[in-house]
């Protein structure tokens, strides 16, 4: 093989989250799960809250957390990320995580969305909910939002090399106890169905969860799809069908 074809197939293995474009099924998807987060999971506090967000990414929670009255703070070690949240206006830090280079005492909620499977392992998780614990003010929460490692199986590593830490419900929650925080609320959700008040909708997104993602990450699947209609279609259907857990705690008097 050519030095040529070794840097087309070197560039072919790293363009995988080239895949990763905002899709229009994706971007309605995405914006239905931040409504039902924000109106079924989030603390309900007192007007003007501070809110940190860990990993903002694109910005659409800030844009609809800032709808809802909140004073939002972020933290985002991704340069080219964090100056285009910086152009639109937004409060954004350039930390990396787990420390938080925030005073005491000083936010009402920590708020992360798919941000603690990318951290090294369970003691640098530890440490991030320290210092959670540390920045939130008594009565405080953390609302912790994660990849179901228990549902995706093998898609939970299969497009993201940087997941690092397991994440599933029990982990989270027994190490937010650890960490001196009490568990308010937690659940699982492939889609806004799982965060539902009502529980026949919650039990039906449970059963398509464990259906779907069993057909969609099995290896009849993937061989199929991957030659009638390439990688790319193949990473979309993933995308969309992304089992995750969400846990939150409060910070105790």
Not at 151 to 159: I, M, N, R
Not at 188 to 205: I, M, Q
Request: glycine share 6%; hydrophobic share 40%.
């Amino acid at each position: 093989m050519s030095n040529h074809q070794d840097r087309e197939n070197n560039d072919d293995s790293q363009s995988r989250y080239g895949f990763s474009q905002v899709t229009s099924l994706g971007a309605k998807h995405k914006h239905r799960m931040m409504q039902a987060i924000i109106h079924r999971i989030l603390p309900k506090t007192r007007q003007s809250s501070v809110l940190l967000e860990a990993g903002p990414g694109r910005g659409e929670f800030a844009d609809m957390i800032l709808q809802q009255g909140y004073e939002y703070l972020g933290i985002e070690p991704s340069d080219e990320l964090r100056q285009t949240l910086q152009s639109r206006g937004l409060t954004i830090s350039a930390q990396k995580l787990p420390y938080i280079d925030l005073p005491d005492d000083s936010v009402d909620i920590v708020y992360s969305f798919d941000v603690l499977e990318h951290l090294d392992d369970h003691s640098v998780a530890m440490t991030f909910m320290s210092e959670s614990q540390r920045v939130l003010r008594t009565g405080g929460h953390i609302v912790a939002i994660a990849p179901n490692a228990e549902t995706l199986g093998v898609l939970f590593y299969l497009y993201e090399y940087q997941h690092s830490f397991f994440t599933t419900v029990y982990r989270l929650e027994s190490m937010l106890k650890d960490s001196g925080f009490n568990v308010t609320s937690s659940g699982r959700f492939l889609s806004s169905l799982g965060l539902s008040e009502n529980p026949v909708a919650r039990t039906v997104d449970r059963l398509i969860a464990h259906i779907a993602l069993f057909f969609f990450r099995s290896e009849i699947f993937l061989t199929l799809a991957r030659l009638l209609l390439g990688e790319s279609f193949v990473f979309r259907v993933h995308k969309n069908i992304y089992d995750h857990v969400f846990v939150v705690a409060k910070k105790a008097a």
